[in-house]
């Protein structure tokens, strides 16, 4: 594979350069960040320091985010992303649970944040995050994120349906008979699927949203529809909201 073909991750296997300081940046000199352009991914992303002091922002960083470089360049990241947690928690702030990690050499799992953008304009963004080792065996954070706003939104609108139908629907099955199987522990994905059911969507609809192809989606329904011991779609449904699995 030639060097056009590399991906980003095996660019990142290797140690870093580590970005001048801005007061080391004189006439002619590359700008402090441009030690991180070999990056290849279609993901936003930006780097920190262990300070959370931004030394890398990308162009697919500025495109998701509307921010331009010399916006946000030796700005502290919290200050830049701003992101709340699910239950309305400030996430993005000084030592935060990421940087804490960094420090111990620990990773981080992925994780949806909800950031101001500017304008009202409030997106639900998906980050990953890598640690790699600069000159001197300094530490940067590398973080790739993506736009999930519109997945959040169909998951709370299953939430939201799921809901009513506790209030509204009848039981899938009498009172005084219980499944005919006994519910399974069901897959993050086998929930995805359920929860897209909720709202409505049909298989082909669900292929699209999940990135997968049809007949995957049907063996997700009838793997469903077998754990729950259920008849039909509707019956999963109904009975998987009576026992808040959605």
């Known amino acids: 594979m030639g060097a056009a073909g590399q991906s980003w991750l095996s660019r990142v296997s290797s140690p870093i350069p580590e970005p001048a300081e801005a007061d080391e940046t004189g006439p002619g000199n590359s700008p402090p960040w441009a030690a991180w352009g070999g990056l290849i991914t279609s993901d936003g992303a930006f780097v920190v320091d262990l300070q959370q002091r931004i030394v890398f922002w990308s ?4 495109r998701l985010t509307g921010y331009a470089p010399e916006e946000v360049l030796r700005r502290p990241c919290f200050e830049v992303i701003g992101g709340r947690d699910p239950r309305n928690q400030r996430f993005c702030r000084r030592d935060c649970p990421v940087v804490m990690n960094a420090r111990r050499g620990r990773p981080t799992p992925n994780y949806d944040v909800l950031c101001p953008l500017g304008q009202g304009n409030e997106r639900w963004l998906n980050f990953s995050i890598l640690l790699v080792k600069g000159k001197g065996a300094k530490t940067y954070i590398l973080h790739l994120f993506r736009d999930v706003t519109a997945h959040r939104r169909l998951e709370e609108s299953a939430r ?3 809901a009513r139908l506790r209030e509204t629907s ?9 499944p005919a199987l006994p519910v399974a522990r069901l897959s993050p994905r086998e929930i995805e699927v359920l929860r897209l059911l909720a709202c409505g969507l049909t298989i082909p609809e669900i292929a699209t949203t999940l990135s997968l192809r049809p007949i995957t989606v049907r063996n997700y329904v009838g793997r469903l529809l077998t754990k729950l011991g259920v008849r039909n779609r509707l019956q999963a449904v109904i ?3 009576r026992l808040r699995l959605i």
């Open 239 to 241: 009975y998987a909201s």
């Open 59 to 62: 162009p697919t960083a500025q």
């Open 160 to 162: 939201q349906t799921a």
């Open 170 to 178: 009848r039981p899938a099955f009498p009172a005084s008979e219980p």
